[in-house]
Each structure stands twice: as C-alpha cells, then as structure tokens.
C-alpha cells in the first residue's frame, strides 16, 4: 500500500486528535444538555443502550466495547444497579461470569430516553450534513480505532 | 436543506459519540505511548505547539482555541512554566492581559519533540489510509464543532 505521508504539519490545529477533542467536546455538551432532566452521565446511558441490545452480556465484554477500564466499569454498574435501572446475575452455564442485564425499570427506562438519544443524534447528523455523512465519519473513525 | 433523519438507530454502537470517543482512545494511547520519553501530557504538548505558532496569544484565547477550561488551563500554564518551558509577559499595549510566550528551552523542546509529534500524526493518517483521508475526517469533525 502506498499511503502518503505529511511533513509538512506544524500547527497543532491540523491535528487529528485536536479535532477529534473539539468534536467529542460538543457532542459530549449536547448529549448532556439533553439528559440533564435524566440524572444521566454519557457512560451510564451507553451501557443502559448496551444491556438493552445486549442483554445477559459478560461484564468484561460489554467493559470492553464501551472501551471502560475494570475499575471504572465496576463503579458504574454499581451505580445502575443502585439506581434499579440493572441487575447482575450468574448464568447457570458458567458460575463464574457476571451476566449484565437490564431490570424491568431499567427497561422502561431505556424506552423512555431512546427518543431523547435519536434527537441527539439527528441534531449531530444535521450538523454534520446527513446521514450519508454521518456514515463516513463513522467510517473513517472506525479505521482509526482498528 | 433537507436533511435525512435517522430514525432506526437502536444501538448505541451506531452513535457518532460512541466511535468519537474510540477512536480519541487509540489516538490519544498512541500519543501518550510517543511521549512517555518527555513526560508530557496531551494538554502540554499542544500549548507549546500553540505558542510555537501563536506567540503572544492572549491566555484566554489560547485557552478557548484548546477548549480547555480556564481554572484548568491556568494550572497548565503554571506547569509549563515550572517546567521552564513557557512563560507570561504583560504586553506594553495592554497590562491587564497574560500573553504567552515559549522559552528558549521552550522553543528548543517543541523542536525536538515536533518530529516525534509527526510520527504519530503519520501513523494515525496511515491507519485512515492516507492524507484525503485525513482531510475528510477533519472537514466532517469541524462541521461537528462549528
């Protein structure tokens, strides 16, 4: 593969990871905006999606999807599960795994800010241009994190 | 405009927020990776690449062009400062503003660690597959933060 190679960069706004920070900053703002009637932090909402999707997921798997580390992952699990939104239970197959799901609250819960989210998203999409467009930067992310 | 709107999205693995924040971990991993050797944050590195090419710049600008917050970036600065690297002059126009300027050891370190910077810049840019690449995926992420 021949892949052209930049020597020419000497601003730090022509980097990748600086434009990848100003994006995520106000994705991140717009995502809060919107769950602030919700109590809810961009990663206990990610894994509520998650168990919804996923349910009866390994917690070291959905850990590493969402790309959370151990400790951190514990912590917000507890924080659902304090909160009744999810559960941990052992699989009869394999007693020694923590299979994630969703309560029936927890459920309710995804139903009611699933809109919410789509709403989010549609306002990033429109920014961005379209759904065509949203497709290819998520493209072009996931090249990256490969 | 007529924009598409996404009204199937279900997973949160198809939200533009969940592949920002994976690929900011792999750029930001291998970032940290080039920089071990210089005991240099993110946030550090790209001041000192920001005064290189902005000398002068006004605190609060150089601030909200790094999107960092300001008691945070006031630290940032003193760091950097402590470290030798950067300082704050009064400019002669206006003593009520911190202008920011490199060191000589500043100027001297941004030189040294420019290439190592580029390294990983090329690296990121060969995982997209290339400079049109690249050029794409900042021109969608600076529609996001526009």
Redesign the interface.
């Known amino acids: 593969m021949n ?5 020419t ?20 703002h717009d ?1 809060s905006e919107t769950f602030v009637p919700y109590d809810l932090r ?1 990663a206990e ?2 894994l509520l ?2 168990l ?2 996923h349910p009866g997921i390994k917690q070291s798997d959905a850990a590493e ?3 959370i580390q151990r400790a951190n992952f514990v912590a917000l699990v507890d924080a659902l599960q304090q909160r009744g939104l999810a559960e941990r239970r052992k699989p009869e197959s394999d007693r020694r795994v923590q299979a994630l799901y969703l309560t029936k609250q927890g459920t309710d819960f995804v139903l009611e800010t ?1 809109g919410k ?2 709403q989010h ?2 306002r ?11 497709d ?3 493209e ?7």
């Open positions: 892949i052209s190679i930049d020597m960069t000497t601003s730090i706004e022509e980097g990748i990871g600086y434009w990848l920070r100003r994006a995520q900053q106000v994705v991140l995502f961009p909402f990610s999606m998650l919804s999707s999807i969402l790309g699933t989210w789509r998203e549609n990033m999409i429109t920014r961005l241009g379209g759904l065509d467009d949203r290819q930067l998520i072009l992310l996931t090249r990256l994190s490969a």
